[in-house]
């Protein structure tokens, strides 16, 4: 089963940048879809970012619609890591970033443990 390792999080102020990154243990030859979700407590998961494979090396990004133009995400297919360029961050960014991918081999998403994004005003 794929293991997804996070790191990046963190205390940022309001207008900063922060970059996330998320390690699959898995080749990215099985790897359709990374991505990013967050959320915060008592509120849904909501979507910040996607991206796919699509024989491409840049991939097909897709993005929530309040991260859309501030937040950018990238994938390095040699190392299996999809990253979250996080800029211009805002205080209703605070939440709890999940690193996520859906292999070739399962129909599920497999979630990462969470890291813990902080924006102060």
């Known amino acids: 089963q794929v293991q997804l390792v996070e790191s990046g999080g963190g205390l940022v102020q309001a207008g900063g940048s922060l970059r996330l990154s998320c390690a699959a243990s898995?080749?990215?030859?099985?790897?359709?879809?990374m991505g990013w979700y967050r959320q915060d407590p008592g509120k849904q998961r909501e979507l910040v970012a996607t991206?796919?494979?699509?024989?491409?090396?840049?991939?097909?990004?897709d993005y929530g619609g309040l991260v859309k133009g501030r937040f950018t995400i990238s994938r390095d297919n040699a190392k299996s890591t999809v990253y979250l360029q996080m800029d211009s961050v805002k205080p209703e960014d605070t939440a709890v970033y999940y690193c996520?991918?859906?292999?070739?081999?399962?129909?599920?998403?497999?979630w990462g443990q969470g890291t813990q994004v902080t924006v102060s005003s």
């Open positions: 898995e080749s990215s030859a099985n790897i359709n879809i």
């Open positions: 996520t991918v859906l292999t070739t081999y399962s129909k599920t998403m497999k």
């Open positions: 991206i796919t494979s699509s024989g491409r090396p840049d991939g097909r990004p």
